[in-house]
């Protein structure tokens, strides 16, 4: 996923800047990507190649965003039925995303729909004073993606990241799937692990932007 010693400072960056939070989520691990356009390329294949998002199935998008979110969902690959969530309401410092509204969303999580999968664009956080990533409030849910360039102008270096606790509901959904589409996954990550059922959903993202046979 990443050279180890350089995990470990980009983790520590992380956590500071971002918030995730080892305390609340447990440990986390990072895959270095080249950029946040990589990271969400790799996370949707992912998703598809482990049966956890189905062809029309229905996402939420957040809105404003970047505009590539708001045409992947509609490729062939996809065609995902979106419903988009506006950011319409503002804080009294004139910002979007106010307390309230995350409170919203974890209670959303926590009384209707624990196994909601969350991909949270963190590559603006930078900016924000204060900023706190939906990765630190719902750390068992949310897969954090952050890139360097925007903030430190280093565009054309491609640097991200893709974060994972190690406690996640991608494992756990993948663990519930038939065992008919299990099977298929198995062979799939065969190479990688003696039990391939053993391999966790960062490392499948990992092997999957590889087109697996090309992992090592």
């Given at each position: ?32 990507v080249e950029g946040a356009t990589a990271a ?85 956080g930078t900016f924000i004073h204060g900023f ?40 756990k959904l993948i663990k519930e799937l038939p ?38």
């Amino acid at each position: 996923r990443m050279l180890i010693h350089i995990e470990k400072i980009v983790k520590e960056y992380l956590k500071r800047e971002m918030k995730y939070d080892v305390e609340k989520g447990g440990e986390f691990n990072v895959f270095a990507v080249e950029g946040a356009t990589a990271a969400m390329c790799y996370i949707f294949d992912s998703l598809i190649a482990n049966n956890l998002l189905l062809k029309g199935d229905k996402i939420a998008i957040m809105t404003p965003v970047f505009t590539p979110y708001l045409e992947i969902p509609h490729l062939p690959r996809y065609e995902f039925e979106v419903v988009y969530i506006n950011a319409d309401e503002i804080d009294e410092n004139d910002e979007h995303i106010s307390q309230k509204s995350i409170s919203k969303i974890v209670d959303i999580v926590k009384t209707k729909n624990k196994d909601l999968m969350i991909i949270s664009d963190d590559v603006y956080g930078t900016f924000i004073h204060g900023f706190r990533s939906l990765m630190a409030d719902l750390p068992y849910n949310t897969i954090g993606v952050y890139s360097y360039s925007k903030y430190f102008g280093v565009t054309g270096w491609r640097l991200g990241t893709i974060a994972l606790h190690e406690n996640n509901v991608f494992d756990k959904l993948i663990k519930e799937l038939p065992y008919s589409i299990r099977k298929r996954t198995m062979r799939r990550y065969a190479d990688l692990n003696p039990v391939p059922e053993n391999v966790p959903f960062i490392d499948r993202i990992v092997a999957d932007s590889r087109q697996v046979a090309l992992n090592h």
